[in-house]
């Protein structure tokens, strides 16, 4: 029997599942962030080690068949490479491979048909895989740049909804005692430097209480989760050009924003099935690591 180890390394965390050649889980394991960024391989690979050696241990083995990473950040050199071989130096494999999140989220949602895979986590991108296998792909720039409704872009509109409304440029929101209270601080004035000392990750979950404010009745805060879905479409519909056929396009979700029944979920999904040419919205919510260890399947074969 062959142990697959598949690993999605984000922003905010990062899970591990072992497999067997069947692709059966057996183990799974979460983590601190496994994203890379420049300069910071050693962290993210110890993030990854970390993870994936506790997700061994539970199936009695130390060393896997085969390991893929989906690692946020990977798309680009030489980051992707150095995780690469950071993780082959550990010996935790007898095959490594570091690529993407998102062509994960891809293979999980997708498999090999065609069609859009739309992720909203702590980032945000979409990818799609044309008929031809051609792949495309929109957003995931960045924080500083983009990440448009993503979770951190949503967490951090509602800490700016809330300065504003402590100082009067803004109206009073619920957001105010929700999220002092989720990060654990007394009153809006401590959520300031609790924001400037804390990991973008940790930001980024305040969107789900962003979401569950909006739930209640919150104006701004459903402002906020509507202005997260429109920008969450926006990349799915820059996609739909590159299909040619008016035929409906699937399109499979990702990410913890985009968990089952989120107002972002149900949003975004209104909005796409209103669309010509239509897009078709898959109701499962993808599990990247899933797709991780398909990859790693044809990487130990």
């Known amino acids: 029997m062959t142990i697959l180890v598949g690993v999605d390394a984000g922003a905010s965390r990062s899970t591990a599942f072992v497999a067997d050649d069947t692709l059966t889980v057996l183990a799974r394991a979460a983590g601190a962030p496994g994203a890379v960024r420049p300069g910071a391989v050693k962290e993210s690979s110890e993030a990854i080690l970390d993870t994936t050696r ?14 893929v990473v989906g690692a946020a950040g990977a798309g680009r050199e030489p980051e992707r490479g150095d995780l690469e ?25 997708l498999g090999d048909e065609p ?18 296998g051609e792949l495309r792909r929109v957003g995931g720039h960045g924080w500083q740049f983009g990440d ?8 951090r509109g509602a800490l700016s909804a809330v300065a504003q409304a402590s100082d009067g440029r803004g109206p009073p929101t619920a957001l105010t005692a929700a ?7 007394e009153g809006e004035a401590a959520l300031l430097p609790w924001a400037r000392n804390t990991s973008r990750g940790s930001v ?25 879905a429109e920008a969450l479409a926006a990349h799915a519909r820059a996609l739909r ?7 409906p396009v699937a399109v499979a979700l990702a990410g913890g924003l985009l968990g089952p029944g989120s107002p972002v979920r149900t949003a975004v999904t209104s909005l796409l099935e209103a669309d010509q040419p239509p897009l078709r919205l898959l109701a499962a919510l993808v599990e990247p690591p899933r797709g991780a260890l398909l990859l790693a399947l044809h990487l130990a074969t």
Request: some cysteine; charged content about 20%.
């Open 204 to 228: 980024a979950d305040l969107a789900r209480v962003v979401q569950e404010v909006a739930a209640r009745g919150d104006d701004l805060a459903h402002l906020l989760v509507a202005q997260a």
């Open 148 to 155: 448009e409704g993503s979770g951190y872009w949503l967490a």
């Open 115 to 132: 069609g859009i895979l739309l992720l909203a986590g702590t980032g945000s991108a979409a990818c799609a895989r044309l008929p031809s």
């Open 241 to 247: 050009p590159h299909f040619a056929d008016a035929a």
């Open 54 to 67: 506790r997700a061994l241990e539970e199936t009695r083995t130390d060393r896997a068949g085969a390991l």
């Open 85 to 109: 071989r950071a993780l082959v130096a550990a010996g935790i494999a007898d095959a490594v491979r570091v690529t993407t999140d998102i062509e994960i989220a891809l293979v999980a949602g």
């Open 179 to 185: 999220l002092a209270q989720a990060a654990g601080v």
